[in-house]
């Protein structure tokens, strides 16, 4: 069974930073497409970035040069290490895995079968 395991999340003022981290089980991460994703209350749940093969990334525009998402392959871990926090970063923060090794440049939601139970990152000004 896939299980993936967020963590990390906290309060921040803006200006700071915060790392995610998502550890797998049940599948080894460096074979599947795996990204973050982020959900504000009262907003759907959004792409902020997508790994496959440990160095193909693809950043929504918003986080792009803020964010960088990475892999751990000895660890099976999956990071996300978010600089310049802004309050318009707060919401619910998200792992998840596609069933195949291809992002193909998307991270529609729907395309993604396993996901984690969230972290929560909230920033203040």
């Known amino acids: 069974q896939v299980q993936l395991v967020e963590s990390g999340g906290g309060s921040v003022q803006a200006g700071g930073s915060l790392r995610l981290s998502c550890a797998a089980s049940g599948v080894t991460t460096t074979s599947r497409c795996m990204g973050w994703f982020r959900q504000a209350p009262g907003k759907e749940r959004e792409g902020v970035a997508i790994?496959?093969?440990?160095?193909?990334?693809v950043y929504a525009d918003s986080v792009k040069g803020r964010f960088t998402i990475s892999q751990d392959n000895a660890k099976n871990m999956v990071y996300l290490q978010m600089n310049s926090l802004k309050p318009e970063d707060t919401g619910m923060y998200y792992c998840?895995?596609?069933?195949?090794?291809?992002?193909?440049?998307?991270?529609?939601?729907?395309?993604?079968?396993?996901w984690g139970q969230g972290t929560q990152v909230t920033v203040s000004n």
């Open positions: 790994i496959s093969g440990g160095s193909y990334t």
């Open positions: 998840a895995a596609k069933s195949g090794f291809w992002c193909d440049g998307s991270y529609n939601p729907a395309e993604f079968r396993t």
